[in-house]
């Protein structure tokens, strides 16, 4: 049951990184990834199959394998997201041209407002 748990906080952990995409996240959360499957080896031998659904052991055992399994799928999800979300970055980092920043955006990902030499505009 522990290997089950700590199979958990790793999910948990890889969730937590890819909330906020960015490339630095996906690269830590390979090592997380690759972690994870260790975990999931370990259960695997360890208890084989699907577990007995008639004893109590069995049936927690059944719980915590489903809960990780939508931990499992939240994370996929955010990892997909992440990955598209980074692709779109790269895609906006190939149409930079100077003195225009990534696409209108800076770095940081903050927008830049472009402003045309000589034109004075006024909101009010």
């Known amino acids: 049951m522990e290997q089950v748990r700590q199979a958990q906080r790793h999910v948990e952990k890889i969730c937590r990184r890819l909330e906020k995409p960015e490339l630095s996240a996906l690269e830590q959360c390979e ?11 370990a259960i695997e031998a360890e208890r084989g199959g699907t577990p007995s659904l008639e004893t109590a052991e069995g049936r927690k055992f059944a719980v915590e394998i489903l809960l990780l399994r939508r931990g499992v799928s939240r994370a996929q999800v955010l990892l997909d997201a992440a990955g ?22 800076t770095s940081s990902g ?15």
Do not use: M, N
């Open 31 to 41: 090592a997380d990834v690759s972690r994870l499957i260790k975990c999931l080896q």
């Open 84 to 105: 598209r979300f980074c692709a779109g970055w790269a895609h906006l980092v190939a149409l930079r041209t100077e003195p225009d920043p990534a696409g209108g955006y």
């Open 110 to 124: 903050a927008a830049v407002i472009p402003i045309d030499q000589g034109t004075v505009v006024t909101h009010g």
